[in-house]
């Protein structure tokens, strides 16, 4: 069973920085999608950013530039560097783990319906 575990949110000033993890188990694959995703409430949850295992990473166009996905396979975890964040960037930020060795095209890997399992989210607030 995978578990997902957030960490790192906050509340920050606008132009702050914050790290987020997600330490995942009973995860390990050699061929793999994960992603980072952010809802509001009374809005659909979005793509912030996918990683894939041999390194490949996707953005969404809000985040180019300002936020980096990273991975560290020795400790199973995946990293969300977020730089220069906004009051736009509030919202709660969840991990997500595609189905171990399925393929996902380039324009579905910021698709929450892409994403099997999920962590229980960690919130972000981004203050003016």
């Known amino acids: 069973q995978v578990q997902l575990v957030e960490s790192g949110g906050g509340s920050v000033q606008s132009g702050g920085s914050l790290r987020l993890s997600c330490a995942a188990s009973g995860y390990t694959y050699s061929s793999y999608y994960m992603g980072w995703f952010r809802q509001v409430p009374g809005k659909e949850r979005e793509g912030v950013a996918a990683i894939e295992s041999g390194g490949s990473t996707t953005y969404a166009d809000s985040v180019k530039g300002r936020f980096t996905i990273s991975q560290d396979n020795a400790k199973n975890t995946v990293y969300l560097q977020m730089n220069s964040l906004k009051p736009a960037d509030t919202a709660m930020y969840y991990c997500?783990?595609?189905?171990?060795?399925?393929?996902?095209?380039?324009?579905?890997?910021?698709?929450?319906?892409?994403?099997?399992?999920w962590g229980q989210g960690t919130q972000v607030t981004v203050s003016s």
């Open positions: 997500a783990a595609a189905e171990g060795g399925k393929y996902i095209s380039w324009w579905s890997r910021l698709l929450p319906t892409a994403y099997k399992s």
